[in-house]
């Protein structure tokens, strides 16, 4: 915000408006200044949590997820029960290893 205010105050001697005027655009572009911050480093950490909980970025499984896995490859019906038999959940659902 201080920024944008000293800005401001440049450009205001080529066009006059009040100080008014000043105050409440720097406020807004600082303002948006932050939420663009915060929403990029919110986005890093987020990718970041993923690939701790995965070993793999987010680019990777959505890549992983496009591709399809062919009809042989996939698991039947009794692979499937067996399969989430021994997997173990914590009490908030999450798989244990």
């Known amino acids: ?52 909980e995965t070993g793999k970025s987010p680019q990777e499984l959505a890549m992983a997820g496009r591709v399809s896995q062919p009809a042989e490859n996939l698991p039947s019906p009794e692979d499937r029960e067996d399969a989430a038999a021994l997997v173990r959940r914590n009490k908030y659902g999450d798989v244990v290893e």
């Open 1 to 52: 915000s201080g920024a944008a205010f000293a800005v401001q105050k440049l450009v205001n001697k080529k066009l006059p408006y009040s100080l008014q005027w000043s105050l409440l655009l720097a406020g807004a572009a600082g303002s948006l200044a932050s939420y663009v911050v915060t929403r990029a480093e919110t986005q890093k950490c987020s990718d970041f949590w993923i690939y701790l």
